[in-house]
């Protein structure tokens, strides 16, 4: 009885889990390997005056630390750690998602978020 229930638990739970797999590779990501191409230096400061006229600030971009990619439905879905300058305070980190929707020429970049980095000691494991 006892090992009827085991194999029942079983039957159960191991397709649930093997059938997580699949999404897990759709999950994957591919770094940014050249921080200084265009397209990456483009698709940062379309993330920069982007946030500009949305929160009418007036942020210059620097560079782009790092980025990730990730192919989806809806288009590449970029993230960016970029460095920008606020007046005169520091350069500052700053985490920007942006979605290149493959529209061609017309309107293919969506900013997503946009938001300033927290100190960097508590981030050191985040990509
Ligand atoms: C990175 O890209 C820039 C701009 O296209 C280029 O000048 C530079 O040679 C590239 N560096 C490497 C290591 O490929």
């Known amino acids: 009885m006892r090992l009827q229930w085991v194999i029942a638990v079983l039957v159960l739970v191991v ?13 994957t990501w591919d770094p940014v390997q050249n921080t200084s191409e265009p397209y990456w230096i483009n698709t940062a ?14 942020l210059v ?5 790092k980025g990730k990619t990730r192919y989806e439905v809806t288009g590449l879905y970029i993230v960016l750690v970029i460095k920008v300058k606020d ?29 300033k980095r927290p100190l960097k000691f508590y981030l050191d494991n985040v990509q």
Do not use: M, W
């Not at 971009?61 to 630390?65: G, I, K, L």
């Open 15 to 27: 397709p649930l889990v093997t059938a997580a797999a699949p999404d897990e590779v759709l999950e």
């Open 45 to 58: 400061e379309f993330a920069v005056s982007s946030y500009n006229k949305h929160e009418k600030k007036n």
């Open 61 to 65: 971009f620097e560079s782009v630390v």
């Open 87 to 115: 007046g005169s305070l520091p350069s500052a980190n700053y985490d920007v998602g942006i979605r290149d929707k493959y529209a061609g020429p017309a309107d293919p970049l969506h900013l997503i978020y946009f938001r």
